[in-house]
């Protein structure tokens, strides 16, 4: 149980597109998901909170009108990197809260993306 | 603000050399604290939380442990599988919606 997925796990894209990636809950339903950014051998740093039916909660630094957030439903969450450049590049994984809790968080898989 | 410091950055070991991971945290009223395994160009995997001071969870090869000011990560007689980047995360008590500040991992290599 607690299987989160993401989609796609590698994307390319040229610099001033936008992308979307998906976050998918499986089994279970996640009033909350998380979105993080990971570099190189560096660790995990939040970029924002994502609940059900309400706007996202950015952390310092996070631009929000460039790092849209929807959470649309208790199993999906999406994140759209708009107008992308190169120092965009990075890899992007969400997490979700399993269970009325909020203790366990549940990781995808991750989303490599690449700006040209 | 919450702080949570791993060591040693990078640790390698031999197959069966038994050792230990640390995981130093400061953090304005503890909720949990989280250990992550996380393999290269993949999310972290959850491994243990643990709560209160003194708490001890167990799991296969690993054992993890806690005081009020740090977090170990005991590994027994490692194999060459439980080569992976190794995450510590705390979750403060009153923080909304279960933040999890990241420590910046330990890289754990066993060599067969």
């Known amino acids: 149980g607690a299987v989160v997925s993401q989609h796609p796990s590698r994307v390319i894209c040229k610099s001033g597109t936008s992308v979307k990636i998906e976050c998918r809950s499986l089994d279970f339903q996640a009033t909350t998901m998380f979105w993080y950014r990971q570099f190189p051998k560096k660790s995990l740093m939040l970029m924002a909170t994502?609940?059900?039916?309400?706007?996202?909660?950015?952390e310092q630094g996070v631009e929000k009108d460039k790092f849209l957030i929807n959470h649309a439903s208790l199993t999906l969450s999406t994140l759209t990197v708009t107008s992308a450049h190169p120092e965009d590049s990075s890899f992007y994984i969400c997490?979700?809260?399993?269970?009325?809790?909020?203790?366990?968080?549940?990781f995808g898989p991750g989303t490599r993306l690449t700006v040209l | 603000e919450d702080q949570v410091t791993q060591s040693p950055e990078a640790l390698r070991l031999q197959e069966g050399e038994s050792s230990s991971l640390n995981c130093s945290y400061t953090v304005s009223g503890l909720r949990g604290l989280f250990w992550y395994r996380q393999d290269p160009g993949k999310g972290p995997e959850f491994l243990f939380t643990?709560?209160?001071a003194g708490e001890e969870k167990e799991k296969e090869r690993l054992k993890a442990t806690l005081t009020k000011k740090e977090s170990f990560l005991h590994i027994t007689a490692p194999k060459p599988e439980d080569s992976a980047t190794y995450l510590c995360a705390v979750q403060a008590g009153g923080t909304s919606y279960g933040k999890l500040t990241f420590g910046q991992g330990t890289i754990l290599t066993v060599h067969p």
């Open positions: 643990l709560y209160s």
């Open positions: 997490s979700a809260i399993a269970g009325a809790g909020w203790n366990e968080q549940f």
């Open positions: 994502s609940n059900e039916g309400s706007k996202a909660t950015y």
